[in-house]
């Protein structure tokens, strides 16, 4: 565990070395990202002046429910991201070949080796967000829950990227995902809003199957709602179901990896 | 040190017309074939010994690389590299290999190679003195001691060649997997890289596999090489061997010192093939059982200033021998 860590010190060594070569990039980064918030917000705020009330949640809520979007969308952004995009073409091409004869998890190197330093200044605007939206939540919350919530945003985190990785693996066998990574997206949108607000089978299949709507709707459920722990029981074995179903797929593709001709 | 026992590996691929027609039938009905890129190869590598995979492009000597590095899984057959079965990953056999490919990168683009080695260093969990110990052996002997700390996107390709040289061996690998490491390299540099690789075997005695389109990093760098045609091993055995088995003949080469009128190919006919005849150059092939005959009669026969007996090129023969269909067999 301690030689991953210091292999990710490296990670991020090599990644902020490399990103302070493009200058430019961490501007342009900044205000994509400033003008996705505004436009978030935007939504729900028009939304919020026909209604007090959506699926169950106030405008209040929903502000503190949109800073949990935003602080998981940056640390996805800014710790996963880089390696999602480059994952099928690592498998395409057969630059993964490399990685699969090092005495290190080829997963761990695929997922995190590179670390995008220049979203790095959005994942701090997401917590600054995340903080004012939380200090304007008309009744106290109280540091405990607020403390789970935060940790629990960590975990939709890493569910996040478990689902996107579960998108890229057919890569294996399909030789690109781009398809795959379309539909991803798509259902990433589910995530930006609260679940409450879908129904039926749609609602069931977005907390069990295809558990976008679990990733920051159940820590926000969890943080409104107080004491019972269902909700991020229900989180924990989501994520620890998808987590081992992207360990199996992952070592099943390794079986079928081609590599590529030289 | 290395076993490969009738190893094979099959890839499907899919055949598509040409033409934006042909991709939409692909889209509906897909073609599907098999393509055998190893049959039953079965071959030893033992410690210290450098082996040359040779075959033309798609013989199967990168798939059968990759399988032994445990890149790839065989479709059927055995191979223990160091005891263990390479394809099972597992760390102890990762710590002990290198694979360098010519043809891909294994370091950071924007870095400079000192950064990478650094990582590497974490990687293979190589204690601190013999980090720096390996390092300052390696660039040195490459001549790179200069260049560690510019990015290796500003370095030429014989001296990234260099870094990723450094790069694959700095754990110090029991076995070295080479897959065209001289290639696109200009002429200084592939006499380098193969000087360096011929002192290192001596020094570490590694069991090195080494694939090269090269005939001259084989005939330098190769005692022993395996000839693939189509994905089956034809040959194994020394470079001595391949002439003797399938170099029936020498060249005799004889220039002529005032000749009247020029020699016919008739006349010299009964000594062998006449590759070529005039007033001043004779070349024969001739068989190899009556060259000291040949020779002694041209001598008496003609006025011969200079006299050469050759064998053939090997790289020649191999050639004859990856074209050839179901001529030989590896024995």
């Given at each position: 565990?301690?030689?991953?860590?210091?292999?990710?010190?490296?990670?991020?060594?090599?990644?902020?070395?490399?990103?302070?070569?493009?200058?430019?990039?961490?501007?342009?980064?900044?205000?994509?990202?400033?003008?996705?918030?505004?436009v978030q917000f935007s939504f729900f705020w028009v939304l919020y002046r026909h209604t007090a009330l959506l699926g169950g949640w106030t405008f209040d809520q929903v502000m503190v429910f949109m800073g949990g979007v935003f602080?998981?969308?940056?640390?996805?952004?800014?710790?996963?991201?880089?390696?999602?995009?480059?994952?099928?073409?690592?498998?395409?091409?057969?630059?993964?070949?490399?990685?699969?004869?090092?005495?290190?998890?080829?997963?761990?190197?695929?997922?995190?080796?590179?670390?995008?330093?220049?979203?790095?200044?959005?994942?701090?605007?997401?917590?600054?967000?995340?903080?004012?939206?939380?200090?304007?939540?008309?009744?106290?919350?109280?540091?405990?829950?607020?403390?789970?919530?935060?940790?629990?945003?960590?975990?939709?985190?890493?569910?996040?990227?478990?689902?996107?990785?579960?998108?890229?693996?057919?890569?294996?066998?399909?030789?690109?995902?781009?398809?795959?990574?379309?539909?991803?997206?798509?259902?990433?949108?589910?995530?930006?809003?609260?679940?409450?607000?879908?129904?039926?089978?749609?609602?069931?299949?977005?907390?069990?199957?295809?558990?976008?709507?679990?990733?920051?709707?159940?820590?926000?459920?969890?943080?409104?709602?107080?004491?019972?722990?269902?909700?991020?029981?229900?989180?924990?074995?989501?994520?620890?179901?998808?987590?081992?179903?992207?360990?199996?797929?992952?070592?099943?593709?390794?079986?079928?990896?081609?590599?590529?001709?030289? | 040190?290395?076993?490969?026992?009738?190893?094979?590996?099959?890839?499907?691929?899919?055949?598509?017309?040409?033409?934006?027609?042909?991709?939409?039938?692909?889209?509906?009905?897909?073609?599907?074939?098999?393509?055998?890129?190893?049959?039953?190869?079965?071959?030893?590598?033992?410690?210290?010994?450098?082996?040359?995979?040779?075959?033309?492009?798609?013989?199967?000597?990168?798939?059968?690389?990759?399988?032994?590095?445990?890149?790839?899984?065989?479709?059927?057959?055995?191979?223990?590299?160091?005891?263990?079965?390479?394809?099972?990953?597992?760390?102890?056999?990762?710590?002990?290999?290198?694979?360098?490919?010519?043809?891909?990168?294994?370091?950071?683009?924007?870095?400079?190679?000192?950064?990478?080695?650094?990582?590497?260093?974490?990687?293979?969990?190589?204690?601190?003195?013999?980090?720096?110990?390996?390092?300052?052996?390696?660039?040195?002997?490459?001549?790179?001691?200069?260049?560690?700390?510019?990015?290796?996107?500003?370095?030429?390709?014989?001296?990234?060649?260099?870094?990723?040289?450094?790069?694959?061996?700095?754990?110090?690998?029991?076995?070295?997997?080479?897959?065209?490491?001289?290639?696109?390299?200009?002429?200084?540099?592939?006499?380098?890289?193969?000087?360096?690789?011929?002192?290192?075997?001596?020094?570490?005695?590694?069991?090195?596999?080494?694939?090269s389109h090269y005939m001259e990093d084989i005939e330098r760098l190769c005692r022993r090489i395996l000839i693939l045609r189509e994905g089956e091993l034809v040959f194994d055995g020394s470079l001595a061997q391949v002439v003797?088995?399938?170099?029936?003949?020498?060249?005799?080469?004889?220039?002529?010192?005032?000749?009247?009128?020029?020699?016919?190919?008739?006349?010299?006919?009964?000594?062998?093939?006449?590759?070529?005849?005039?007033?001043?150059?004779?070349?024969?092939?001739?068989?190899?059982?009556?060259?000291?005959?040949?020779?002694?009669?041209?001598?008496?026969?003609?006025?011969?200033?200079?006299?050469?007996?050759?064998?053939?090129?090997?790289?020649?023969?191999?050639?004859?021998?990856?074209?050839?269909?179901?001529?030989?067999?590896?024995?």
């Amino acid at each position: 565990m301690i030689r991953y860590l210091r292999l990710y010190g490296y990670f991020l060594r090599f990644s902020f070395s490399r990103a302070m070569e493009f200058r430019l990039d961490f501007f342009f980064r900044i205000v994509m990202d400033a003008v996705w918030y505004v436009v978030q917000f935007s939504f729900f705020w028009v939304l919020y002046r026909h209604t007090a009330l959506l699926g169950g949640w106030t405008f209040d809520q929903v502000m503190v429910f949109m800073g949990g979007v935003f602080v998981v969308d940056a640390l996805h952004m800014t710790v996963f991201s880089n390696n999602m995009w480059w994952f099928p073409i690592y498998v395409n091409k057969g630059d993964l070949d490399y990685h699969l004869v090092r005495p290190v998890s080829p997963l761990f190197v695929m997922s995190v080796r590179d670390f995008a330093a220049n979203s790095f200044v959005n994942l701090l605007m997401a917590v600054a967000v995340l903080t004012w939206t939380l200090a304007r939540y008309p009744a106290p919350l109280g540091a405990g829950p607020v403390a789970v919530y935060v940790v629990s945003l960590l975990v939709g985190t890493f569910l996040y990227y478990v689902l996107h990785m579960l998108f890229l693996i057919p890569a294996f066998w399909m030789h690109t995902s781009h398809g795959l990574r379309e539909i991803y997206f798509v259902l990433g949108e589910t995530m930006t809003r609260p679940v409450g607000i879908f129904t039926g089978w749609v609602r069931s299949v977005l907390v069990s199957i295809l558990p976008f709507g679990v990733i920051v709707s159940f820590p926000a459920k969890s943080l409104f709602e107080g004491a019972s722990p269902g909700p991020l029981l229900h989180m924990a074995a989501v994520t620890a179901a998808a987590f081992l179903a992207m360990v199996g797929m992952w070592r099943w593709g390794l079986r079928s990896y081609v590599s590529a001709s030289s | 040190m290395i076993e490969a026992d009738r190893l094979c590996k099959t890839f499907l691929v899919h055949r598509k017309r040409p033409g934006l027609w042909g991709s939409i039938r692909s889209l509906v009905r897909r073609e599907r074939m098999e393509k055998r890129a190893v049959r039953d190869v079965s071959f030893r590598v033992e410690e210290g010994e450098i082996v040359g995979l040779v075959g033309a492009n798609g013989a199967g000597k990168t798939t059968i690389v990759k399988m032994l590095a445990g890149v790839i899984h065989p479709t059927s057959g055995e191979a223990r590299v160091l005891g263990f079965r390479p394809w099972e990953r597992d760390n102890r056999f990762r710590r002990q290999i290198a694979l360098i490919m010519g043809q891909k990168a294994q370091l950071w683009w924007d870095l400079p190679a000192a950064d990478c080695f650094l990582l590497l260093k974490e990687i293979f969990r190589i204690p601190e003195d013999l980090y720096r110990e390996r390092l300052d052996y390696l660039s040195g002997v490459l001549d790179v001691r200069e260049e560690l700390h510019i990015q290796l996107r500003r370095l030429s390709l014989g001296e990234r060649m260099k870094m990723e040289l450094i790069a694959a061996l700095l754990h110090g690998p029991r076995v070295v997997y080479l897959d065209e490491p001289t290639i696109g390299l200009d002429l200084t540099s592939q006499r380098a890289i193969r000087d360096f690789i011929l002192g290192y075997r001596e020094e570490h005695r590694p069991a090195m596999i080494l694939t090269s389109h090269y005939m001259e990093d084989i005939e330098r760098l190769c005692r022993r090489i395996l000839i693939l045609r189509e994905g089956e091993l034809v040959f194994d055995g020394s470079l001595a061997q391949v002439v003797e088995r399938y170099a029936d003949h020498k060249i005799v080469t004889a220039h002529l010192r005032g000749q009247n009128g020029p020699v016919t190919a008739g006349e010299l006919a009964p000594f062998g093939h006449v590759d070529h005849c005039d007033a001043s150059m004779i070349r024969l092939r001739v068989p190899r059982g009556r060259v000291a005959e040949a020779a002694a009669e041209l001598l008496r026969r003609y006025p011969i200033a200079d006299l050469a007996i050759e064998e053939v090129e090997v790289g020649a023969i191999i050639e004859r021998i990856q074209r050839a269909k179901g001529a030989t067999r590896a024995p």
